[in-house]
């Protein structure tokens, strides 16, 4: 019998992946730990399945602990005896709440199996919801940017818990960014909003995100070619000449940037490549030395929603 952490995805009931709807299916009880989650869930299972959980709302660490503890208590014996879910949004291993849950049992129940559901999360689901390409060889960094602070370094970021929407865009217009705001993406709890105006989304919602891009990145892809006007005309046959060359014989990476054959820019070979070794260099002004996400941190915000963001 199994203990299983199932991902809804950011809020859309039919974003649930196949496998967790079957689980939630096959689940003797959900468990859901706040009233957003718990909606998605009743898409899937009837109310008398539901098994709710109570946290405070404190930030307390002692409180929380207790109450964690409390119901992993009350998690593990159904665990025991059938199977049973706990559903978060957005991907249990991503800011979320499931995180507390599994160390509580293994700590106090470690008897009890354990198997995690993975769900759509807004990390890549921002893309879609905002109309941007992470285009092949592109960095990413994942930030968070509570109380108007403004993260900067890499190149591009996708900051959660915009709080102060002004306040970060400040930061970040000073240092060179330009910055995309989404609310309540793929979510049918609440208005989905997505602007560059940062003023449009003032009121605090801790299901705020931004994209934040270096105004003067470019990366050109070797199929940006077919957006401009050929100047050779066409061939014989009728065919254009292939564009997978540069004039040097040198060939093109799948992220458009010119290598020499059998190595690419980033000192990778094609033995790498064929053994899924990938490269990645950090731009010169990372701040890799800046302060990390704290993934896990105990939020105790209203209906326990909070601390189990749809990230």
Request: aromatic share 6%; net charge negative; with cysteine.
């Amino acid at each position: 019998m199994t203990l299983y952490g199932v991902g809804l995805g950011p809020g859309e009931a039919d974003l649930v992946t196949v496998r967790g709807k079957r689980v939630l299916e096959d689940a003797d009880v959900v468990y859901s730990p706040g009233r957003l989650s718990r909606s998605v869930a009743l898409e899937h299972v009837p109310e008398e399945r539901i098994g709710d959980l109570e946290f405070p709302m404190t930030r307390d660490e002692e409180k929380l602990r207790t109450a964690w503890k409390e119901a992993a208590a009350e998690i593990a014996p159904n665990a025991r005896e059938g199977d049973v879910a706990f559903v978060t949004l957005g991907d249990p291993n991503v800011y979320s709440t499931f995180g507390h849950l599994r160390r509580t049992i293994d700590a106090f129940h470690p008897d009890v199996d354990l198997e995690i559901v993975p769900g759509v999360s807004a990390v890549t689901a921002f893309a879609t919801a905002l109309g941007v390409e992470i285009e092949a060889g592109a960095g990413l960094s994942l930030r968070e940017a509570a109380k108007g602070a403004s993260p900067t370094g890499p190149d591009r970021m996708i900051l959660f818990k915009v709080t102060d929407a002004p306040a970060t865009h400040a930061g970040l217009l000073e240092a060179g960014y330009e910055v995309t705001y989404g609310r309540r993406l793929f979510m049918e709890q609440g208005e989905t909003l997505v602007t560059d105006d940062p003023h449009e989304i003032d009121e605090r919602d801790y299901y705020t995100l931004a994209y934040a891009e270096k105004a003067d990145l470019e990366i050109e892809q070797a199929t940006a070619a077919f957006r401009t006007d050929r100047t050779d005309g066409p061939s014989s046959d009728g065919d254009t000449e292939p564009d997978d060359a540069t004039s040097n014989g040198e060939s093109i990476a799948d992220g458009g940037e010119p290598t020499v054959a059998g190595r690419s820019s980033a000192g990778e070979t094609s033995s790498d490549r064929e053994r899924g070794v990938e490269f990645r260099s950090l731009p010169e002004d990372s701040d890799v030395d800046g302060t990390l996400v704290d993934l896990e941190r105990a939020e105790g915000c209203e209906h326990g929603d909070c601390s189990e963001h749809w990230y």
